[in-house]
């Protein structure tokens, strides 16, 4: 009898341990369902360096572009809380007679929403990219410079009611900022090719 109730107790022993050893299994396993919480985008970081000099702001624009990045392409322009002065985009004439309503109110929010639009519509591997031509610096004094040139830009996005290539003519007004970095508080666009003016390209993809 007691020998009985030896082997008895052995089998519940073992029972017990082989069950302790699959409820842990199966609470480590639940981990691997569980929803993964996915990393934060790299999409829209600072990548560009200071634009401690009217030349680089001009090169971080055309990085913005090649890149694709919003939050550079937004670091071009000044504003009312860290410049002296506020953005304004002077639209080829065509352009603002054809988007009255969005150029009558064009702001920074603005130049945001058009160049998000306009990367959402493009492939993650599309390489656009922006050169100027015939281009010239006036430097007024210390505390401001105008940058004029010809411009080409490519977007190669995927609508077929808007050309990919841009050309025209630049001029943008360039101070530093409180924080002592360049940034473009006037822009005036003009078209030099039918059709195809950079307000254009801000008009259309606005909408």
């Known amino acids: 009898m007691k020998q ?17 050893i699959l409820f ?24 560009n360096p200071p634009a401690t000099t ?28 860290n410049s002296i002065k ?46 100027f031509e015939n281009w010239r610096w006036t430097k007024f004094q210390s505390d401001s410079a105008l940058f004029e040139a010809d411009y080409n830009l490519f977007f190669p996005h995927k609508e077929t009611g808007m050309t990919t290539s841009f050309k025209g003519r630049t001029h943008l007004y360039l101070i530093p900022s409180k924080s002592k970095n360049w940034v473009c508080y006037r822009w005036d666009d003009f078209e030099t090719s039918k059709d195809s003016s950079w307000s254009l390209c801000k008009g259309y993809f606005s909408n």
Do not use: H
Not at 15 to 20: A, E, K, L, M, S
Not at 60 to 79: C, G, H, I, Q, R
Not at 98 to 105: E, L, N, V
């Open 4 to 20: 009985l109730w030896q082997e008895r107790w052995r089998i519940e022993l073992r029972c017990n341990f082989i069950f302790g």
């Open 54 to 81: 009217p030349e680089q702001l001009i090169e971080n624009l055309k990085n913005s572009v090649s890149t694709k990045n919003p939050k550079e392409y937004l670091n071009f322009f000044a504003d009312t809380i």
């Open 86 to 131: 506020a953005f304004k985009f002077n639209p080829y004439q065509k352009a603002l007679l054809q988007y009255p309503s969005i150029f009558a109110m064009w702001n920074l929010t603005s130049e945001e929403r058009y160049f998000s639009s306009l990367v959402l519509k493009m492939n993650s591997s599309s390489s656009p990219f922006l050169s």
């Open 24 to 47: 842990i299994f199966i609470l480590n396993s639940c981990d691997l369902f569980s929803t993964r919480i996915a990393d934060p985008p790299i999409y829209g970081t600072t990548t």
